[in-house]
């Protein structure tokens, strides 16, 4: 139990455009999804919390215009990168609490976003 | 805070020994902690946690160490196998949030 996916698994897009990832948690309901960014040989880092029907909290550093976050449904988390530059190539990962308990929280694959 | 690195340290280990992987967090709030396993291309996987209230715990062929007066962590994984070559993080969760800050990572390599 307790599977995250997320789609695409990787997708490559011209600069200026907008991309989105979706998170789902697939055999649970997410009352929280994360969204993480990991640039090559360096560790995750927070992007913004989301809960279920209300607004995302951004990181301190993270444009919120920039970084769109729906999470519109229990099972769905949607991340939007408009107007997509080349340095915003990464692997976005996204992870997903039940909010029963604080501490699990369980890991979705990651999408490798290239902008080109 | 977060963390930010320029590159990942690495451990190399021969198959068979014992590796030690260590981590020092940041803040004296935190009072959950847990060690995940990055393989290429892929997301973040559990491998053990521990409570500020432990200072040890064990699972299979892992064992976590938590030293709240040096704010340090570490892995320690028995017998090292040629599965266990990725890159390890440890997370520290902050006491009444939902958010976790990772440590910047350790590559483990394992030789035959």
């Known amino acids: 139990g307790a599977v995250v996916s997320q789609h695409p698994s990787w997708v490559i897009c011209k600069s200026g455009t907008s991309v989105k990832i979706e998170c789902r948690s697939l055999d649970f309901q997410a009352t929280t999804m994360f969204w993480y960014r990991q640039f090559p040989k360096q560790s995750l880092m927070l992007m913004a919390t989301?809960?279920?029907?209300?607004?995302?909290?951004?990181e301190q550093g993270v444009e919120k215009d920039k970084f769109l976050i729906n999470h519109a449904s229990l099972t769905l988390s949607t991340l939007t990168v408009t107007s997509a530059h080349p340095e915003d190539s990464s692997f976005y990962i996204c992870?997903?609490?039940?909010?029963?308990?604080?501490?699990?929280?369980?890991f979705g694959p990651g999408t490798r976003l290239t902008v080109t | 805070g977060e963390s930010v690195g320029l590159h990942l340290p690495t451990l190399s280990v021969q198959e068979g020994d014992n590796s030690i992987i260590n981590c020092a967090y940041s803040n004296s709030a935190s009072d959950y902690f847990i060690w995940y396993k990055q393989e290429s291309g892929k997301g973040p996987q559990f491998i053990i946690d521990i409570r500020s209230n432990m200072d040890k715990r064990q699972g299979q062929r892992v064992t976590v160490l938590l030293n709240k007066t040096v704010k340090h962590l570490s892995l320690q994984i028995a017998a090292t196998q040629p599965g266990d070559s990725a890159v390890y993080f440890c997370?520290?969760?902050?006491?009444?949030?939902?958010?976790?800050?990772f440590g910047t990572g350790t590559r483990l390599k394992v030789l035959a």
């Open positions: 992870s997903a609490s039940s909010g029963q308990g604080r501490y699990e929280q369980y």
């Open positions: 997370a520290e969760n902050i006491g009444g949030t939902y958010k976790y800050i």
């Open positions: 989301s809960n279920e029907g209300s607004k995302a909290t951004y």
